[in-house]
């Protein structure tokens, strides 16, 4: 049990897009997801806690308006990174927790290239 | 001070050994800790949580806990060239319940 879908797994945009990026709990209900942001050979960065029917909750330093956090539904998370700059291209990862004891699941993973 | 430190490596060892990975974090209060591994380029996948203070074993994992000198470990038996990854330490903090990860240790298995 204990699936996290993330899509899309890489994306290239011109610079001043935004882009969307989904994070789906399959099997499981998903009151908090958290979406982390990976420079090459860094370690993952959280950036925000995503809670089901309420406002995200962003880490210092992090935009809130640049990455724009949405969490409709219990399986549903979504991440927008609006006027997307060079500086954005990362690594962008999610994560939810289910009920059992596995810990925190990632989803695969979303290349983000801006050019 | 981080919350999460590890020494990022690269740790060399040879195929067969014991690798040693470890992790120490500054909120004291902190109950759940997971060893993850990642490959180049893919997400992380969990190997090992640990809540209690002692070892645990799962196959040639072993993770070790030891609360009062806030330290985690993880070993691995037998190393493959196939566990040549990162190897990141991730610890839930108390209070705001987040999950912070270290930088990660590189392992690299020599055949």
């Known amino acids: 049990g204990a699936v996290v879908s993330q899509h899309p797994s890489w994306v290239i945009c011109k610079s001043g897009t935004s882009v969307k990026i989904e994070c789906r709990s399959l099997?499981?209900?998903?009151?908090?997801m958290f979406w982390y942001r990976q420079f090459p050979k860094q370690s993952l960065m959280l950036m925000a806690t995503?809670?089901?029917?309420?406002?995200?909750?962003?880490e210092q330093g992090v935009e809130k308006d640049k990455f724009l956090i949405n969490h409709a539904s219990l399986t549903l998370s979504t991440l927008t990174v609006t006027s997307a700059h060079p500086e954005d291209s990362s690594f962008y990862i999610c994560?939810?927790?289910?009920?059992?004891?596995?810990?925190?699941?990632f989803g695969s993973g979303t290349r983000l290239t801006v050019v | 001070q981080k919350e999460v430190e590890q020494n990022s490596g690269p740790l060399s060892v040879p195929e067969g050994a014991i690798a040693s990975l470890n992790c120490t974090y500054s909120?004291?209060?902190?109950?759940?800790f997971f060893w993850y591994r990642q490959y180049s380029g893919k997400s992380p996948e969990l190997i090992m949580f640990?809540?209690?203070?002692g070892d645990k074993e799962d196959g040639r994992f072993t993770a070790q806990l030891n609360k009062a000198s806030q330290y985690v470990s993880l070993l691995i038996r037998d190393s493959q060239p196939s566990d040549s990854a990162t190897y990141l330490c991730?610890?839930?903090?108390?209070?705001?319940?987040?999950?912070?990860f270290g930088t990660g240790t590189r392992l690299k298995v020599l055949a």
């Open positions: 994560s939810a927790k289910g009920d059992g004891p596995w810990g925190y699941t």
């Open positions: 099997d499981f209900q998903a009151t908090t």
């Open positions: 995503s809670n089901e029917g309420s406002k995200a909750t962003y």
């Open positions: 909120d004291r209060g902190s109950q759940s």
């Open positions: 640990i809540y209690s203070n």
């Open positions: 991730a610890v839930i903090t108390s209070g705001t319940y987040k999950y912070i």
